[in-house]
């Protein structure tokens, strides 16, 4: 039997550890991660090996040669162009006709039994057996669900947090028929996990999932690099380590010199022919490389250090990386999270800050202060993208240069000329940030279309309807006057999907910025009639008729913010009575906090019931959302808001459908069924929503926020566009929002949330659909259990914090909170809180 080696990879995210040199070379306890599973091919039998190589081929192929040296026999199958990981061992099938192969990747350390899986694979008679392992964050694997026999029933590859179902992920170690290999084209980008498996799985073949009991590490990031080397010297995993036990956890190879002075405390390693000298101290999970340097009164603990290193006097590191043939003179200092590529000088007194990236060939001169990556590497940051965008304090997290950063990402993401249109809100931050923000695409050979001040729904309108590919929106954090929230738009002037979120991360934590030459660099516009076209269009869009006829007074609050831009322009052309309230642009304060937005609803509330208005609107400062109070005077909440809205449209449709995020009460459901319209249940992601709400015969969309989607106009979030399109509804049905809302039964819905440390989510999910199992369940977003009577619960991982959300519904309260509190218990048990 042979195995197959994947060495193809170019291990992005490891860099600059992978600038010059690929994945499965790095090394892990001084030898390189591939050595350590070609050894352990070797000690369960697989000796014949095909390494299939792409990025820096020929460093792997001359590092290794024929195997002869490990026992084993190598072949090579080289990729001219990247292929996948089902494409790769295609381009070996001359080599594994014969007989089932093993696929094993060259850049995972693990110690897992190949033996007793390849045994569950013969004896299950299975096409594919798919290695599986149980990790505390799933989110970045491809999850396999498989049932009491280990068959496999569904793949999802890299979920958000809503799509766990389960901690068990694709470790990518397969054993293989040879007849598999018929299913993927030659000379093609094919994928196992996206492509053939799912394809397998929906034609009834046996695939099989074996979860195995062994360490597994995907060696991935630089926390997983450091990870790996401190469970290998923990003896967390099964490898083979050159040397011998100087002392308990004190490894040190042949030819190294230790002085007795020197100070050592394991568990460490100290590479072959390295030498510490007297007063040097190594502390835990100190890795020397061969020939390394360390002089006297150098202080290193938790450092990575690779060959040929020099370690001058009274250098400090600390849980850092250094790329081989590296200089650290006299006195430097090195913190957490730093890796130092390869061949760099840093020179005596140098101080390198957390997280900073210095990639290889670079100097840093003495004395100097390292804030920030030296070209073109910083520290990655986890959830960069919150739910409302790119979310931080003014001049604290959102700084000039972060909005420059993060401009030359997104610049870097889209191709040369094109254009992106650029707003702001009313504030003075924005303003000011939104400069940096212009400057980085110019720069980036990206044109910008700027609105200046304009509530956001006029910027996603604009966006939808140029030639833009994309939009920048900048807005005070609804409720935190002190924080900016950086909104990025698609060219259907949507939020970025999360796959577009996840790009943009990836260039922006790797810092590599394209730069346009000077010829390039790209124009500034100012759209002269941005509002104009949004409210002639929205006009033209929205059902206005019986307006005029109706004589409606009704009372309008722009909260200080851009709605304020255009209201005008379109209440002068719809012939309504409107009294118009805090309609001055706020730069200084242009939100509110919550007890300011109480009292200015309260006053909108007096207003409507003394004016005798039919309803009043309050609209965020951007004018993408929207509070409603009756013609009584009397607020309506948010989720009776949506089912109110929801009424008025199905009412006068008559058919088509709706779309609502699972989190919304089942009366909607009935709302919708008794006037003829159907649900589309979706996730609560606002991308979810509006790629939903741009569906064939979609009539209406909301997210029980306050946020209302008019599809015959776009399908966004538009608090302006809602509100015309409910002073039509209300002009023809002649029924008041009050009596609209005493006829929709009162939903019986409770929320809680449940602290969940991150390394347990999956562990919940799982927990769940095992504590589901025989009822009904719906895994749109999350994991909602429906109960035999109707009632239902769902549990939501929340993307951003450590908490898990539950809704549960049933036909009284009591019920509800009998079936909320079943649930929270499973979730606080799997999450140990």
Same mark, same amino acid.
């Given at each position: ?40 091919? &070797? ?70 039994? *190949? ?28 999850? =396999? ?59 009834? %073949?046996?695939?099989?999932?074996? $979860? ?19 469970? %290998? ?20 190879? #042949? ?40 002089? !006297? ?41 730093? =890796?130092?590529?390869? #061949? ?29 990556s030296v070209i073109w590497e910083s520290r990655g940051q986890r959830n960069l993208f919150g739910p409302r965008g790119v979310c931080g304090l003014v001049n604290v997290e959102i700084t000039p240069e972060l909005c420059v950063r993060l401009a030359s990402a997104y610049a870097t993401t889209l191709r040369k000329g094109a254009s992106v249109v650029t707003s702001r809100d009313s504030s003075r931050a924005a303003r000011a940030l939104k400069r940096a923000v212009i400057s980085a695409l110019n720069a980036g050979a990206i044109d910008v279309l700027d609105l200046e001040a304009a509530p956001l729904p006029v910027a996603r309108f604009h966006t939808a309807r140029t030639a833009a590919v994309g939009g920048i929106a900048l807005r005070t954090t609804p409720g935190d006057p002190q924080s900016v929230d950086i909104v990025f738009m698609d060219g259907r002037g949507a939020d970025l999907s999360l796959g577009e979120q996840r790009k943009l991360e990836r260039v922006f934590s790797r810092q590599e910025f394209r730069r346009a030459f000077p010829g390039e660099i790209a124009e500034l516009g100012f759209p002269a009639r941005a509002i104009d076209d949004y409210a002639h269009e929205l006009l033209r869009c929205v059902d206005m008729r019986g307006v005029r006829d109706t004589g409606m007074k009704v009372v309008v609050d722009c909260a200080g913010g851009t709605s304020s ?15 118009? =309230? ?43 959302? $929207? ?10 909440? !948010? ?35 008794? @006037?003829? $319209? ?46 015309? &399109? ?10 008041? *929002? ?7 039964? #009162? ?38 259990? =429906? ?33 909320? #509190? @079943?649930?929270? &218990?499973?979730? !606080? ?5």
């Amino acid at each position: 039997m042979k195995a197959v080696v994947m060495a193809g990879g170019e291990g992005t995210r490891l860099r600059p550890m992978t600038a010059n040199q690929p994945k499965p070379l790095l090394p892990v306890i001084n030898r390189p991660i591939m050595e350590h599973v070609l050894r352990l091919l &070797r000690r369960h039998g697989l000796t014949e090996t095909v390494v299939t190589v792409q990025f820096l081929a020929a460093l792997i192929r001359n590092y290794f040669g024929d195997g002869e040296e490990l026992g084993m026999n190598l072949h090579y199958a080289t990729e001219d162009m990247p292929l996948g990981t089902a494409g790769s061992v295609k381009n070996a099938v001359d080599k594994l006709r014969d007989d089932r192969f093993l696929v094993i990747s060259g850049d995972a350390l693990t110690d897992i039994d *190949l033996t007793d899986m390849i045994r569950f694979h013969r004896e299950n008679g299975a096409l594919v057996t798919i290695g599986l392992k149980r990790v505390p964050n799933p989110l970045e694997f491809g999850i =396999v669900i498989v049932d009491d026999r280990g068959r496999v029933q569904r793949f999802l590859e890299k979920p958000t947090w809503g799509q766990v179902f389960s901690d068990t992920v694709n470790t990518g170690i397969y054993v293989m028929e040879p007849e598999v290999l018929d299913e993927v084209a030659a000379g093609e980008v094919v994928d196992w996990s996206s492509d053939v498996f799912p394809r397998l799985l929906s034609r009834g %073949a046996p695939l099989y999932g074996y $979860v195995a009991d062994g360490y597994w590490e995907d060696v991935g990031t630089h926390e997983s690099y450091f990870k790996a080397q401190s469970d %290998a010297l923990s003896g967390r995993v099964k490898i083979e380590i050159d040397g011998f036990e100087l002392s308990p956890g004190v490894w040190v190879a #042949e030819g190294a010199s230790v002085d007795a002075d020197a100070v050592l405390k394991g568990p460490l390693y100290i590479g072959d022919y390295a030498k510490v000298e007297a007063g040097a101290e190594l502390r835990e999970y100190t890795v020397l490389g061969s020939n390394a340097v360390v002089r !006297e009164g150098a202080f290193l603990h938790r450092a990575i250090v690779h060959g040929n290193v020099y370690i001058g006097p009274s250098a400090n590191l600390r849980g850092c990386v250094i790329g081989k043939n590296t200089d650290v003179m006299t006195g430097a200092r090195i913190e957490e999270s730093v =890796v130092i590529g390869d #061949e760099c000088i840093i020179e005596s007194e140098a101080y390198v800050s957390s997280g900073v990236k210095v990639y290889p060939f670079k100097t840093v001169e003495a004395g100097a202060v390292i804030n920030t990556s030296v070209i073109w590497e910083s520290r990655g940051q986890r959830n960069l993208f919150g739910p409302r965008g790119v979310c931080g304090l003014v001049n604290v997290e959102i700084t000039p240069e972060l909005c420059v950063r993060l401009a030359s990402a997104y610049a870097t993401t889209l191709r040369k000329g094109a254009s992106v249109v650029t707003s702001r809100d009313s504030s003075r931050a924005a303003r000011a940030l939104k400069r940096a923000v212009i400057s980085a695409l110019n720069a980036g050979a990206i044109d910008v279309l700027d609105l200046e001040a304009a509530p956001l729904p006029v910027a996603r309108f604009h966006t939808a309807r140029t030639a833009a590919v994309g939009g920048i929106a900048l807005r005070t954090t609804p409720g935190d006057p002190q924080s900016v929230d950086i909104v990025f738009m698609d060219g259907r002037g949507a939020d970025l999907s999360l796959g577009e979120q996840r790009k943009l991360e990836r260039v922006f934590s790797r810092q590599e910025f394209r730069r346009a030459f000077p010829g390039e660099i790209a124009e500034l516009g100012f759209p002269a009639r941005a509002i104009d076209d949004y409210a002639h269009e929205l006009l033209r869009c929205v059902d206005m008729r019986g307006v005029r006829d109706t004589g409606m007074k009704v009372v309008v609050d722009c909260a200080g913010g851009t709605s304020s831009l255009v209201l005008p322009n379109l209440l002068g052309r719809v012939g309504v009575d409107v009294l118009t =309230v805090n309609s001055r642009l706020d730069d200084a304060s242009p939100t509110e906090t919550l007890a300011e937005r109480r009292r200015d609803l309260q006053r909108l509330s007096e207003l409507v019931s003394s004016a005798r208005a039919a309803f009043g609107v309050r609209f965020d400062p951007v004018g993408e959302r $929207v509070a409603l109070v009756d013609e009584k005077g009397q607020l309506i909440s !948010e989720e009776r808001a949506l089912l109110v809205v929801l009424d008025l449209v199905a009412a006068e449709r008559g058919g088509g459908r709706v779309a609502l995020p699972v989190t919304t009460t089942r009366v909607a459901e009935q709302v919708c069924r008794f @006037h003829g $319209v159907q649900v589309e249940w979706t996730a609560t992601s606002v991308d979810a929503l509006t790629s939903a709400a741009g569906g064939h015969d979609m009539i209406f969309a909301g997210d029980g926020r306050g946020g209302f989607v008019v599809p015959e106009f776009a399908p966004t979030v538009d608090g302006l566009a809602a509100f015309l &399109r409910l002073l039509g509804l209300v002009s023809r049905t002649r029924l008041s *929002l009050s009596k609209i809302d005493a006829r929709i039964p #009162e939903a019986k819905i409770l929320k809680r949330t449940v602290p969940t440390p991150w390394a347990a989510k999956g562990a919940v999910m799982r927990s769940v659909i095992e504590a589901a199992e025989g009822q009904l369940i719906d895994t749109t977003d999350g994991v909602r259990v =429906v109960a035999e009577d109707g009632g239902w619960a769902l549990v939501l991982p929340d993307p951003t914090d450590a908490v898990t959300h539950l809704w549960a519904e049933a036909q009284d309260m009591d019920s509800a909170q009998s079936l909320l #509190e @079943h649930w929270a &218990r499973v979730v !606080e048990q799997a999450a140990g809180t």
